[in-house]
């Protein structure tokens, strides 16, 4: 089995930083495309950003220039640095991995979240 567990969340005020990890384990031989998305109180979730694995990355309009998303691959991490924070950013953080399992078979799995609120 691979879970991915993320942390770092919590309660913030507008303008502060926080920084969010996601660290997949388990029945792993690698760790492609890694990413973060969030899902605010009452819409649908939403990309954030994503980093291949040979580190390309890709974000959300809303977040360009205030958030970076990094990874460790020896460690299997990927981390969410969030500066700048405004209260729309409030909502929870996923973490989404395409994991190579031991199955020989790739595999798309998702973190159980992290709260983050921003206050004004």
């Known amino acids: 089995q691979v879970q991915l567990v993320e942390s770092g969340g919590g309660l913030v005020q507008a303008g502060g930083s926080l920084r969010l990890s996601c660290v997949a384990s388990?029945?792993?031989?690698?760790?492609?495309?890694m990413g973060w998305y969030r899902q605010a109180p009452g819409k649908e979730r939403a990309m954030v950003a994503t980093?291949?694995?040979?580190?390309?990355?890709n974000y959300a309009d809303f977040v360009k220039g205030r958030f970076t998303i990094s990874r460790d691959n020896a460690k299997n991490t990927v981390y969410l640095q969030m500066n700048s924070l405004k209260p729309e950013d409030t909502g929870v953080y996923y973490c989404n991995a395409l994991v190579y399992a031991t199955t020989l078979q790739f595999e798309n799995h998702w973190g159980k979240g992290t709260l983050v609120t921003v206050s004004s």
């Open positions: 388990g029945s792993i031989r690698g760790v492609s495309a």
């Open positions: 980093i291949s694995a040979g580190g390309s990355t």
